[in-house]
């Protein structure tokens, strides 16, 4: 019993040994794996500090704590002591910014050239001629029966505007500028006097410190008396500064008043025609065309006698009637214009005045104006280049003759021409009328600069 005591005890004392070496190494266990918690978390908490703080922390500046005044603010804020000069700062350099992109502004606006307004007004129908043949402005609508139409267009320095049809009435026009060009008919009496509305209607403006500037595009007299539009010009006490007159009148100085093309008949709707390779260089069936009115004892009626008397009436397209018709109908308007377009040449006797819409109609298809080269009955100019003074001054390339006795030599020299020589006669006088047209554009818009806008 005493040795199975002693046995039994040396088993309990190893056995208490081992449990207690047992429990320390759970101990250091336990402390390892506790140091190893709070480093991953203060790692952790770290890098959150780092990476995802919302706060900034300055290198230059010493940040303090400035305690706030009342308890309204959540929080505490960090204070900037220089932020108020970094503040000023940045609201100098925005500003010199500013002022340069202003002064870039101011630069470029100096540069780009200065536009002036002038407002055109077409109250006769030369004024389509001025608009769509010399400064090639668009219409709005196109429908040429509109009753009131307009248009803009750029010239030189000048933006112009138009304004024409029917509705086109005194007061109802908006003006957006001082400066007024107004196109007139004063052939005939009637006319006159709606002119003169239109004039006194004007004259209001001016006196009302509405416009200052006024020119006037005036279809004159056949006869060049155009003594009622005097007491209107500035030069005669009035306000009109500039006139554009249509014929060889002798009040023509190019100062104030300057020369104006006839032009073609566009109150009968005589078209912009576009030259072509065929127009140009196909041959054509007739030698030459007068369809047109014939007065009794003119020289129209001579012409007619001569083309029949030598059998050139079907060399010749002729259509002659007894009475002038204002207007034409669709069918003898296409027929006039097919004529231009078939004949190499186009008679162009006188009428009341030796300048017609026939020449420049010729003109525009290339057919050769044979014109007769007379002074007719009236006041116009009786000078070395008159008549068609604007004409042979500009180079016309153009037949003149004084008697149409000379017109079979002139038609006999047609036949024996050959094509080419045709063709390039014919792309000459269609280059001309093309530069002639363009010089009067200029013409127009450096008149109107100078007068109006003192730019020279």
Not at 309 to 314: A, R
Not at 395 to 403: R, S
Request: charged share 25%; proline share 4%.
């Amino acid at each position: 019993m005493v040795q199975l005591s002693r046995v039994l005890s040396v088993f309990t004392g190893a056995g208490w040994a081992l449990s207690s070496g047992l429990r320390m190494r759970l101990i250091r266990r336990k402390i390892a794996l506790a140091v190893v918690l709070a480093y991953v978390f203060f790692s952790l908490y770290a890098a959150y500090s780092v990476f995802f703080s919302k706060k900034v922390i300055s290198r230059v500046h010493r940040v303090v704590k400035k305690s706030s005044a009342d308890n309204t603010k959540a929080g505490e804020e960090e204070w900037n002591p220089w932020e108020e000069d970094e503040h000023a700062d940045s609201i100098t350099v925005l500003q010199k910014r500013r002022e340069a992109y202003r002064s870039y502004q101011e630069r470029i606006a100096k540069s780009r050239p200065k536009r002036y307004k002038v407002q055109i007004l077409g109250k006769a129908a030369i004024g389509l001629y001025l608009w769509e043949h010399i400064l090639e402005g668009p219409l709005n609508p196109t429908d040429k029966t509109g009753q009131w139409r307009e248009g803009e267009i750029q010239s030189g320095k000048i933006n112009f505007s138009f304004y024409t049809g029917p509705a086109v009435v005194q007061g109802h026009v908006p003006l957006d500028t001082d400066s007024v060009v107004l196109v007139l008919n004063g052939r005939e009496q009637q006319k006159i006097s709606y002119s003169i509305q239109w004039l006194q209607h004007v004259q209001a403006l001016f006196q009302a410190h509405t416009i200052s500037k006024v020119a006037v595009v005036l279809l004159g007299s056949e006869q060049c008396t155009n003594d009622w539009i005097s007491p209107y010009l500035k030069r005669q006490g009035g306000f009109v500064d500039l006139l554009f007159l249509v014929y060889d009148s002798p009040w023509v100085n190019d100062k104030d008043v300057f020369q104006w093309p006839l032009g073609v008949a566009t109150y009968r709707h005589f078209p912009v025609v576009m030259p072509n390779t065929q127009m140009v260089s196909s041959a054509r069936p007739y030698i030459c065309n007068f369809l047109g009115t014939v007065y009794k004892n003119s020289s129209r009626e001579t012409l007619m006698g001569i083309l029949k008397q030598n059998g050139l009436e079907k060399q010749c397209l002729t259509n002659a009637r007894e009475k002038w018709l204002p207007q034409e109908t669709a069918d003898t308007s296409r027929q006039y214009q097919m004529a231009l377009a078939q004949s190499d040449l186009t008679l162009c006797p006188v009428g009341v005045n030796t300048e017609c819409y026939r020449i420049y109609e010729a003109c525009a298809y290339g057919s050769v104006p044979v014109v007769e080269d007379v002074l007719t009955p009236g006041a116009c100019a009786d000078g070395r280049s008159s008549p068609l003074r604007l004409l042979k001054d500009a180079g016309a390339p153009f037949i003149f003759l004084k008697d149409w006795k000379e017109l079979p030599a002139i038609l006999e020299k047609e036949r024996v021409m050959s094509q080419a020589e045709k063709t390039e006669r014919r792309m000459r006088l269609l280059e001309w009328y093309t530069g002639f047209r363009q010089q009067m554009k200029d013409k127009f818009t450096e008149v109107l600069e100078e007068a109006f806008f003192k730019l020279s």
